[in-house]
Nanobody, 127 residues
Framework: QVQLVESGGGLVQAGGSLRLSCAAS????????MGWYRQAPGKQRELVAA???????NYADSVKGRFTISRDNAHDTVYLQMNSLKPEDTAVYYC?????????????????????WGQGTQVTVSS
C-alpha cells in the first residue's frame, strides 16, 4: 500500500557529509511524523531524528548540531543532512513514517494510520 524508498547512503571519510532522502508513495491520505533510525552491527535500532508534519524536529543527543532533518510535504519526502560524520555514525539508516492510508472496496471505505519503514541504506564512515 505504501512504499518508502531511501537513497543517498554511501562511504565517506570522517568529517565528511552525506544527505539521505526518503520518498513515500502509495495510497497516502496524509503523512504525520517522519523520522530516521539507524542500526549498527550488534546494536539495537535507535532513533536519529524525527520531524512532525508541521516541521518541528527532534534529535538524538549524539547527532545534535551535526545532523538536520527536513521534509517536503508536497512531495511526501523526508531528508537527513549529515555533516561532520564520525566512524560511530556507521550504520544502516532506515526511514520511518506514520501514514494515514485509505481506500474503498465493495465492503465500504476505510481510513487509518500505520507505521511504515524503508528498506534501509548503508552509511559507512571511515576514520
Amino acid at each position: 500500500q505504501v512504499q518508502l524508498v531511501e537513497s543517498g547512503g554511501g562511504l565517506v571519510q570522517a568529517g565528511g557529509s552525506l544527505r539521505l532522502s526518503c520518498a513515500a508513495s502509495g495510497s497516502i491520505i496524509s503523512i504525520n511524523a517522519m523520522g530516521w533510525y539507524r542500526q549498527a552491527p550488534g546494536k539495537q535500532r535507535e532513533l536519529v531524528a524525527a520531524i512532525t508534519r508541521g516541521g518541528s524536529p527532534n534529535y538524538a543527543d549524539s547527532v545534535k548540531g551535526r545532523f538536520t532533518i527536513s521534509r517536503d510535504n508536497a512531495h511526501d519526502t523526508v531528508y537527513l543532512q549529515m555533516n561532520s560524520l564520525k566512524p560511530e555514525d556507521t550504520a544502516v539508516y532506515y526511514c520511518n513514517a506514520a501514514v494515514t492510508v485509505g481506500g474503498c472496496s465493495g465492503h465500504g471505505c476505510y481510513e487509518g494510520e500505520s507505521d511504515y519503514w524503508g528498506q534501509g541504506t548503508q552509511v559507512t564512515v571511515s576514520s
